[in-house]
């Protein structure tokens, strides 16, 4: 870590720091606050998965695939029919707001993890 000064305003310290040090600092705690939520159980993924988020065009069939889910396995716990959820993975038909919410609980994700 590079020079620290410390100065008073008002009767009140500060301390001065480099800008480097600042952001290794504010690194640190971010680094700190995620290690937290991963210990408290918030779920990871793998850079795999978001690569191949990012590159595809279906994420439900990604997130599907990378629960070990069949098609037929997704349909039935999202309440709906394997021919409708294939539509929706296909880019065939978008999907109702309430069928989405549906196969986001499914996959146990975020409905925001499944509409970009």
Known sequence: MGEIQKMT???????LVGEEDYEDMMD???AHA?????????????SELVHELME???RIRTYR????????ELAAAAGIS???LSDIEN????GSVD???RIATALRVDLDDLVV
Do not use: C, F, N
């Open 9 to 15: 305003i008002d009767g009140k310290t500060y301390v």
């Open 28 to 30: 640190s705690l971010e």
């Open 34 to 46: 995620i290690l937290e939520r991963v210990r408290a159980g918030e779920e990871t993924w793998p």
């Open 56 to 58: 595809t065009d279906s």
């Open 65 to 72: 695939k990378y629960r070990g889910m069949t098609g037929t």
């Open 82 to 84: 394997q021919p409708h």
């Open 91 to 94: 880019g065939k038909k978008a």
């Open 99 to 101: 069928v989405l919410k």
